[in-house]
């Protein structure tokens, strides 16, 4: 028998529990583990859950089910759930599903190959605790890891905003940044083993304010000295609240040839009245004007958003509102979703929106979304884009990577390799890619439209 176990994980939810597996894995690399990508034959499955969805402690319920014959096949296979749900919902999940063995929160993750230890056997292992020591700070000190030419970078986490619907400020606590130092010495590591783009991540990253020497850098100074690091060509950062967005970021985005035209920026609804009752502590018309202030500093910026339909006391005219909005930014990618009421968030108690009036909004403010996405792809059809090649593709010889806009490109040509920047004439458009060739002659980098 080999020593190397084997361990599947399952991600649910954000870029940030995507991250989070990724150092999960790291971590239990070091209790001997090696990712599969099949539950079967696994000695450990972790399912690193997200709280954001409709019924989502459920969905992981019954999901736990379908384990059910693998542990009865082997007693020795550990079952972890890791995750917002595991924070949320603590000790009962093992109640719920006995043949859970391991139930870890997000600020644990480094204590998991102690957990994995304990577990197992009939012995149980949860850590959900909200510690006091510098999380980051130990997740640092995981095993090594190459990756591909894109990386996730945490450098926040946990949100004080509180908007009334949300679960983040309850299961990842309050915010919480990272000093700078140690961002910078990851970000040098990462390109050092070829990462060419930094997604900085955090649940609310423009209220970053780490440690700086002797004082305190938000996330334009971060960036600042990001751009600084020699070898690292793209930065980009996700997710923002509107009321962090500061002056200095906004200008960034004009100055810091490095930070990427895509911005995501949630909005939730177009009604003061239901951003009110959502407590987003922001109007329409500041994020409208928010928006022409970013554009001005970068023109050809895509904005990205989210959006909540169906909040409760959102009448015909609060929704008329958000489509309103949607048509005065014109999106071009964003994510929608009917409100689903969160035990233990504010909004939850409240009297809730009729579902088939959720379901017919939501229809419509995704049609829209659509349209918008659409054209925004369909624009970029006969301009040049600088695309960082990230995949081989389905097809022999086809290669996928983003444009600085964040948009998936195919090009099928024998010259590229993963990890290359090159720049791709665009020469047809689908809602969600595009296609391009390489120019006989490579151009010098300019922007799209340019
Ligand atoms: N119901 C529906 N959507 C939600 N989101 C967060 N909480 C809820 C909820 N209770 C959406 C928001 C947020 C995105 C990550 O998920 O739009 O920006
Ligand atoms: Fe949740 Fe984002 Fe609001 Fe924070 S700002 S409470 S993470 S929706």
Redesign the pocket.
Same mark, same amino acid.
Do not use: G, L, M
């Given at each position: 028998m080999s020593d190397t176990k084997k361990l599947y994980i399952k991600t649910y939810g954000c870029q940030m529990n995507v991250y989070d597996s990724e150092r999960m894995a790291e971590v239990l690399s070091g209790a001997g583990y090696e990712q599969s990508e099949t539950p079967e034959n696994a000695d450990m499955i972790l399912l690193n859950t997200c709280h954001i969805r409709e019924k989502a402690a459920e969905k992981i319920y019954s999901e736990l089910g379908r384990f059910k014959g693998l542990k009865a096949s082997n007693p020795a296979l550990k079952i972890g759930v890791a995750g917002c749900v595991a924070q949320a919902e603590g000790e009962e999940i093992m109640r719920r599903q006995p043949m859970v063995d391991i139930v870890v929160g997000p600020q644990s993750y480094h204590r998991l190959a102690e957990l994995e230890a304990r577990a197992g056997g009939g012995r149980k292992a949860l850590d959900t605790d909200f510690p006091e020591e510098d999380k980051f700070e130990r997740m640092a000190r995981r095993p090594k890891m190459r990756r591909g030419p894109s990386a996730f970078l945490t450098v926040q986490e946990g !949100? +004080?905003? #509180? !908007?009334a #619907? !949300?679960?983040? *400020?309850y299961t &990842?606590g309050v915010e919480v940044s990272r000093p700078v130092e140690p961002i910078l010495a990851e970000a040098r590591d990462l390109v050092e083993r070829g990462v060419k783009e930094i997604t900085l991540l955090g %649940?609310?990253v423009n209220a970053y304010h780490g440690h700086d020497g002797g004082g305190v850098s938000g996330l334009a100074g971060l960036i600042t000295q990001l751009a600084g690091v020699d070898g690292l060509e793209r930065i980009r950062y996700t997710?923002s609240?509107p009321n962090d967005m500061t002056d200095d970021l906004i200008a960034l985005h004009g100055d810091c040839e490095k930070l990427m035209p895509y911005l995501h920026l *949630?909005v %939730?609804s177009g009604s003061d009245r239901i951003l009110k009752a959502m407590n &987003?502590k922001h109007t329409a018309d500041a994020y409208l004007k928010l928006i022409d202030r970013i554009r001005a500093a970068r023109p050809d910026i895509l904005i990205s958003g +989210?959006f909540i339909v169906g909040f409760p006391g959102e009448s015909d005219a609060d929704f008329a509102q958000t489509m309103s909005l949607v048509e005065a930014v014109g999106y071009g990618q964003a994510y929608s979703f009917k409100y689903s009421p969160r035990p233990g968030t504010p909004a939850a108690e409240r009297d809730q929106v009729p579902e088939d009036a959720k379901a017919d909004r939501l229809q419509k403010l995704q049609e829209l979304l659509k349209s918008q996405q659409v054209a925004a792809q369909e624009r970029m059809v006969g301009r040049t884009v600088r695309v960082l090649f990230e995949r081989a593709g389905r097809l022999e010889g086809q290669f996928v990577g983003k444009s600085e806009h964040l948009q998936a490109v195919h090009v099928s040509d024998p010259n590229l390799s993963i990890g290359d920047v090159r720049t791709v004439r665009i020469v047809e458009s689908a809602p969600n890619s595009l296609a391009g060739q390489l120019p006989e002659q490579e151009r010098v980098p300019n922007l799209p439209g340019e």
């Open positions: !949100c +004080d905003k #509180f !908007c #619907f !949300c679960v983040v *400020p &990842r %649940q609310n997710t609240h *949630p %939730q &987003r +989210d």
